[in-house]
């Protein structure tokens, strides 16, 4: 069984600090998927990792794709209040239609002023 | 453009009811995939829809089932409501050749009592 473990559980940190949460599985996933979900909505798609030892960067986002495509990590700089939610991982499941994805339990990060 | 659509937004139903949910497709998106996430979960894959039909199934029983008409649009309906149905149930439209990339609604929040 295919499965995504999502570390830490719970952040909370101070507007400016720097973050990184976890994505890892002992199963191999082509691709990678992080979302950010606020309260009452649903997840948006962040970034899609393809490629093992791939980084991405969205602005003070940098997303990273395991060489053994195995792991992620989310690294936040200089967090912002804005950037409070939920943050879930993804990948699809064998066997399954492109719409078959497996998520992680999410990390939900609080960033205070 | 109209992103991902879902009615109603809040649902209370009693042990032993139906429900019905549904979900309009972003704009030009054909394939229609449910989620259901429990408090502090990630969300989990009910099934998909396309072409009208039943493309791929999760892990859950005969109890929910679906539809998708000819404009795309899509419904889920849960039959004999146990306690544990409680949840947010997200419906996230993709082109069926989309590479797992899904766009998802703000999701119906179902409370059974």
């Known amino acids: 069984t295919q499965l995504l473990e999502q570390s830490p559980q719970f952040l909370s940190i101070q507007e400016g600090e720097n973050l990184t949460v976890y994505c890892n599985s002992s199963?191999?996933?082509?691709?990678l998927q992080w979302y950010r979900q606020e309260p009452g909505e649903g997840p948006v798609l962040l970034v899609t990792?393809?490629?093992?030892?791939e980084v991405k960067k969205l602005k003070r986002l940098t997303f990273q794709f395991g060489d053994a495509r195995k792991d992620s990590s989310l690294h936040i700089t200089a967090a912002q209040t804005g950037d409070t939610g939920l943050y879930l991982c993804?990948?699809?499941?064998?066997?399954?239609?492109?719409?078959?994805?497996?998520f992680g339990k999410g990390t939900k990060l609080s960033v205070k002023p | 453009d109209a992103g991902v659509t879902q009615s109603p937004t809040h649902l209370i139903k009693t042990r032993g009811q139906q429900v019905t949910l549904r979900c309009s497709p972003k704009?030009?998106?054909?394939?229609v995939s449910w989620y259901q996430q429990a408090l502090g979960q990630g969300p989990q894959f009910i099934f998909q829809?396309?072409?009208?039909?039943?493309?791929q199934r999760g892990n859950f029983p005969d109890r929910f089932s679906g539809h998708q008409f000819p404009n795309y649009s899509s419904e889920l309906n849960v039959n004999a409501l146990l306690l544990g149905d409680s949840a947010l149930y997200l419906c996230?439209?993709?082109?069926?050749?989309?590479?797992?990339?899904?766009?998802f609604g703000p999701g119906t929040r179902l409370t059974v009592t």
């Open positions: 996230a439209s993709s082109l069926s050749d989309s590479s797992y990339e899904q766009y």
């Open positions: 199963s191999v996933f082509s691709s």
């Open positions: 990792v393809v490629t093992g030892g």
């Open positions: 993804a990948g699809p499941n064998y066997g399954g239609s492109q719409g078959n994805l497996i």
């Open positions: 704009s030009g998106h054909d394939t």
């Open positions: 829809y396309y072409e009208e039909e039943e493309r």
